[in-house]
């Protein structure tokens, strides 16, 4: 298994194709649009590769914070339906960790949505801490 960065290239529909399992509300064209308009505000995507294929995405954005100092926020994680519970996103995450520390982060960020019970029980497993709660107006228009 290997991480890549995401480019246009031969794995650029495999790397959609998983990162739809979580983001079910685009499709593969409108996905592309949206990754392409994030870069642009410094959002990277990541994925791991092996003999079998694309196995899992990250979507994260690099910043700096008074709360957090320099961080990691993970915005989008994945592993392909077909390989969760194989090491992979563990994998995925020593990845991670790594890549902060080499680029001088100080600390991880993720939010995770409160229905989502597999994804929480692997987070506490990987080292994350339930920190704090977060707090959204999502329909800002009809709020007022």
Not at 43 to 52: D, E, G, T
Not at 124 to 129: A, C, I, K, P
């Amino acid at each position: 298994m290997e991480v890549r960065f995401l480019e246009d290239n031969s794995d650029y529909l495999a790397v959609l194709e998983v990162l739809l399992q979580l983001r079910t509300g685009y499709d593969a064209e409108s996905l592309s649009a949206q990754i392409k308009k994030q870069e642009s505000n410094g959002y990277q995507v990541i994925y791991v590769k092996s003999s079998a294929g694309v196995l899992a995405v990250a979507g994260f954005v690099v910043g700096e914070k008074l709360a957090w100092g320099k961080h990691i926020y993970i915005d989008d994680l994945v592993t392909s339906a077909s390989h969760r519970s194989s090491g992979v996103g563990e994998f995925l995450i020593r990845w991670l960790k790594d890549y902060a520390l080499e680029i001088g982060c100080e600390q991880i960020h993720l939010d995770s949505g409160v229905q989502r019970f597999p994804a929480h029980k692997f987070y506490l497993r990987e080292g994350f801490n339930i920190a704090s709660h977060h707090f959204s107006i999502v329909n800002l228009k009809s709020d007022q």
